[in-house]
């Protein structure tokens, strides 16, 4: 748990076992990966139109629910055109 602590204050993207995107600030976070984000956001993928984002604004996801946590490069992720970004949306993932 102690790698998470360097996310803190950055912009993280979220992974869930349903297959769900999440985005935004993390904020806080506890020892049973309890996460909250701050101006998060629900990335929505579709092979047919650009990446849905659905704002959620301050966020908390319980533990159990996420399979990755990983810091995303904000300078990177900003010359991204996203309406322009076709992909299969994430199934459930199985563990």
């Known amino acids: 748990m102690a790698s998470i602590e360097s996310y803190v204050d950055h912009l993280v993207q979220v992974i869930l076992y349903d297959g769900r995107i999440i985005v935004g600030k993390l904020k806080g976070y506890d020892p049973r990966t309890n996460l909250i984000l701050a101006d998060s956001v629900e990335r929505e ?36 055109d996203y309406t322009e970004v076709k992909a299969e949306p994430l199934g459930e993932i199985h563990h």
């Open 45 to 80: 993928y579709s092979t047919d139109q650009g990446v849905e984002m659905i704002p959620l604004g301050l966020y908390m996801i319980k533990g159990d629910n996420v399979a990755l946590v990983a810091e995303l490069d904000e300078e990177k992720d900003s010359t991204i």
